[in-house]
């Protein structure tokens, strides 16, 4: 972790991402600029983070680790996402990792100086809730009884890096509670017919439209 220690970059942060309307206070006052390079960890599970971070751009992992040393993947954020809002922000320890995929960078903002402001701040805890719903209504939209193609177009579209879709094909399975056999075989399909194109870092997604349409569930993969 490298800290930017520059106040025009963070003003020229928040103003090009927009994000002085989600605090009814200085959030140039309060952020500092954090980069973070691929597979470093952000926050710890089991311990209180110090800062809550608005992650800018790149992507993390969010991951747990269960009683049996095993390892349980739960979200994968791209930018302008907030992470922390439901532990670190209330001095709770986190209940997973979150780690670097790719190079990141954040506004963070300091729990010990400013927690108490921000647990204050109506119009911050009114977007931390619009964020939480959209969460959990992005989990809840699709459930184990519908087909593994729907729930993986709409995860794809989800977590999605404008057209690429780079996450590992093991770490997709887990997180769709499906076969690594059943998914490759409804990876294929998707490029058969040319939804899907394998590239050097995972996949290129050719066809937005169809990959929307298949995620309402308002075509298959067996309708070419």
Same mark, same amino acid.
């Given at each position: 972790?490298?800290? =930017?220690?520059d ?9 090009? &991402?927009? #994000? ?10 309060? $952020?500092?600029? &954090? ?13 209180v ?8 751009? $790149? ?7 269960t ?10 954020? *791209?930018?302008?996402?907030?992470l ?7 001095? =709770?320890?986190?209940?997973? *990792? ?8 954040? #506004? $963070? ?5 400013? $927690? ?5 701040? #109506? ?20 459930t ?28 997709t399975?887990?997180m ?10 409804? =990876? ?37």
């Amino acid at each position: 972790m490298r800290q =930017i220690h520059d106040p025009a970059q963070v003003r020229r942060a928040i103003e090009a &991402y927009g #994000l002085e309307t989600l605090f009814s206070q200085d959030l140039a006052a309060m $952020g500092e600029l &954090y980069q973070f390079e691929k597979k470093e960890y952000l926050m710890y599970q089991g311990a209180v983070a110090a800062r809550l971070y608005l992650l800018l751009s $790149g992507s993390v992992k969010v991951f747990q680790y269960t009683v049996s040393g095993k390892t349980h993947c739960q979200q994968y954020f *791209n930018s302008l996402e907030i992470l922390g809002e439901t532990d670190a922000l209330w001095g =709770i320890p986190c209940v997973g *990792n979150v780690v670097a995929l790719t190079d990141c960078l954040c #506004l $963070g903002i300091s729990l010990e100086r400013y $927690g108490a402001a921000l647990r204050s701040d #109506l119009t911050f805890l009114r977007h931390v809730a619009q964020v939480l719903a959209r969460r959990l209504a992005a989990k809840s939209e699709h459930t184990l009884l519908e087909p593994l193609e729907l729930r993986l177009a709409a995860f794809m579209l989800r977590v999605r890096r404008g057209d690429r879709f780079e996450l590992s094909m093991q770490e997709t399975a887990k997180m769709l509670d499906s076969s690594y056999r059943h998914l490759q075989r409804v =990876i294929y399909a998707m490029c058969r017919l040319h939804l899907l194109a394998k590239t050097d870092y995972g996949y290129q997604i050719l066809n937005v439209e169809a990959l929307e349409a298949l995620a309402r569930g308002q075509w298959t993969l067996g309708k070419s």
